[in-house]
């Protein structure tokens, strides 16, 4: 089946790592993604990985795959307050023709 | 380069009305997908649209229906609106099927509430 989890909240000092964690059941995913979305906002592609990739940097953020576990993860370093948004885990099939599976997102809060 | 554009930004509709949204892809894309987020959830696929032919569907009624044009925009229809109905409407493009890896582009998206 196509199923996305990941935790509802997480609340992080600024200045802190944030680690947002996400598990998906479809073996067959080739691609994962990291969505952000602020308040009344659409919905902004962070990154994404190849499902035969093991990890991906990109500045601030680092994206981690275990594909045995189907477990993937954003980590986010230095967190900031303009990160404040719900991220969205994601997974398709391939990037451009099929369909986009979420997760319900983990709502992200930076405490001073 | 403009980006996915849609409109109207936001829609208020009664019970029972039928409603119509629009979508423009970013120039180059000629798949449209169309997404449904009801608040506080994950964007749900409602169907996509490639060479102005239905090509995947999920999970939605058929008051749900969809046209996409020559120029590659798309409409996004809905006959007969519930409560249930009260969401924002996201849309999507890319090259849809020509083998390019390359992410869909999301559109701000449509906010339509039902009272």
């Known amino acids: 089946g196509e199923d996305v989890e990941q935790s509802l909240f997480l609340s992080v000092r600024e200045g802190d790592s944030s680690v947002i964690n996400c598990t998906y059941t479809?073996?067959?995913?080739?691609?994962l993604y990291w969505y952000k979305q602020e308040p009344g906002a659409g919905l902004q592609l962070l990154t994404y990985?190849?499902?035969?990739?093991d990890m991906k940097q990109d500045q601030r953020l680092t994206v981690l795959l275990n594909k045995k576990d189907k477990h993937l993860s954003l980590r986010i370093a230095d967190t900031q307050t303009g990160d404040s948004a719900i991220y969205f885990c994601?997974?398709?099939?391939?990037?451009?023709?099929?369909?986009?599976?979420f997760g319900s997102g983990t709502r992200l809060s930076i405490r001073p | 380069d403009a980006g996915v554009t849609q409109s109207p930004t936001h829609l208020i509709k009664t019970r029972g009305q039928q409603v119509t949204l629009r979508c423009s892809p970013k120039?180059?894309?000629?798949?449209v997908s169309w997404y449904q987020q009801a608040l506080g959830q994950g964007p749900q696929f409602i169907f996509q649209?490639?060479?102005?032919?239905?090509?995947q569907r999920g999970n939605f009624p058929d008051r749900f229906s969809g046209h996409q044009f020559p120029n590659y925009s798309s409409e996004l229809n809905v006959n007969a609106l519930l409560l249930g109905d009260s969401a924002l409407y996201l849309c999507?493009?890319?090259?849809?099927?020509?083998?390019?890896?390359?992410?869909?582009?999301f559109g701000d998206g449509t906010r339509l509430s039902i009272l």
């Open positions: 649209y490639y060479e102005e032919e239905e090509r």
């Open positions: 479809d073996s067959s995913s080739t691609y």
């Open positions: 120039s180059g894309h000629d798949t």
């Open positions: 994601a997974e398709s099939k391939d990037s451009s023709a099929s369909k986009i599976i």
């Open positions: 999507a493009s890319s090259l849809g099927f020509q083998g390019v890896d390359q992410p869909q582009h």
């Open positions: 990985i190849f499902s035969n990739m």
